[in-house]
């Protein structure tokens, strides 16, 4: 199974950039999905995550700014980022639970996508 970002790339503060994350391989369904990043010098964090089921959950720092939605017949989870910030620019981690059997779940992560929002 594999994972693979795109999307990410250089913008200025207050533009817009959407984030895809392909999943591909022996899959038997897709859980929850979710988008982490990693700032520079800092350690990894929670952007935002969507259920099998749709629901969504936002951190406060991207709240109202950013959107989280899942296609499940294209494997691929987005991440609608709106309103960037300077302290916005990460890399944008895509994670996902991973059935590749019944009752056979595995924790995939993706290779990163750089974001750099210019100030």
């Known amino acids: 199974v594999q994972l693979v970002e795109s999307g990410g790339g250089l913008v200025q503060a207050g533009g817009s950039l959407t984030l895809s994350c392909v999943a591909s391989g022996n899959i038997y369904s897709i859980n929850t999905m979710r988008w982490y990043r990693q700032p520079p010098g800092k350690q990894r964090e929670l952007v935002a995550t969507i259920t099998s089921g749709g629901a969504v959950h936002y951190e406060d720092f991207v709240k109202g700014r950013f959107t989280i939605s899942r296609d499940n017949a294209k494997n691929t989870v987005y991440l609608q980022m709106n309103s960037l910030k300077f302290e916005d620019t990460a890399v944008y981690y895509c994670?996902?639970?991973?059935?590749?059997?019944?009752?056979?779940?595995?924790?995939?992560w993706g290779q990163g996508t750089q974001v750099t929002v210019s100030s």
């Open positions: 994670n996902a639970g991973i059935q590749v059997a019944r009752n056979y779940e595995y924790d995939y």
